[in-house]
């Protein structure tokens, strides 16, 4: 089966920047798609396609897909960025595959 | 606007069933397939089934975690989704979500609120 492998958690300063990072067996040649969770919530996704934003996100959160690695870079990092954050491919063998996920704090 | 309402769950003993629903609006819910996801207590999010649209035959697929006992099905007529769970474990506890499948590129565009199924004696 494919596994997804994320840091449990990154810690970043407000108006920094953060990237978050999903690990896999040549995940880029897979599509990547990122979920937010705030806290009591559902996920909703942020990213899909590797780089497309979803309806309603703004341009600060971006992301990149190649070799090994996808990335969700969110820039100028605000408080209410602080989240759960999962990456999640499609897999033939697998099916849908989910990132164990990150949670982004805002320090 | 596009809705998912998941309900059903509760408090139910081991080894017992348990439907969940997922009552859908603002989309045409016959052309879209759906799946179900699920998150134990404190921790990450796990796909556990999904059930394709008519033009697919409704066909379904499930992780090996609950093949065999749970399924999925459809009514196109009431725009809801349905999770027949049996065979009830501790391990199964979790919040359910539903979610609706953008079928281009897989992946999950809208979900319900989820509910909480505890599987407890």
């Known amino acids: 089966s494919y596994v997804l492998t994320q840091p449990p958690s990154v810690s970043v300063a407000p108006g920094q920047t953060a990237r978050l990072t999903c690990g896999g067996n040549?995940?880029?040649?897979?599509?990547v798609h990122w979920y937010r969770q705030r806290p009591g919530q559902a996920p909703g996704v942020v990213v899909y396609?590797?780089?497309d934003r979803a309806s309603g996100i703004p341009e600060r959160f971006s992301g990149s897909n190649s070799g090994d690695t996808a990335t969700l870079t969110i820039s100028r990092v605000e408080a209410g960025d602080e989240a759960d954050y999962y990456c999640?491919?499609?897999?033939?063998?697998?099916?849908?595959?989910f990132g164990g996920g990150t949670k982004l704090t805002v320090l | 606007e596009v809705q998912l309402v998941d309900s059903g769950g509760g408090l139910v003993q081991p080894g017992r069933s348990l439907r969940l629903s997922c009552s859908t609006s603002g989309f045409t819910f016959g052309d879209y397939a759906l799946s179900w996801v699920r998150q134990a207590p404190g921790k990450g999010l796990e796909w556990i089934g999904f059930i394709r649209d008519k033009a697919y035959g409704e066909t379904t697929e499930y992780a090996a975690s609950v093949e065999g006992r749970f399924s999925i099905s459809r009514d196109d007529s009431k725009s809801i989704a349905y999770l027949q769970m049996n065979g009830l474990k501790a391990g199964d506890t979790a919040v359910y979500y539903c979610?609706?499948?953008?079928?281009?590129?897989?992946?999950?565009?809208?979900w319900g609120q989820g509910t909480l199924v505890t599987v407890s004696s």
């Open positions: 999640q491919v499609w897999d033939l063998s697998s099916d849908w595959v």
């Open positions: 979610a609706r499948v953008q079928s281009e590129s897989l992946f999950f565009d809208f």
């Open positions: 396609d590797d780089s």
């Open positions: 040549n995940i880029g040649s897979k599509t």
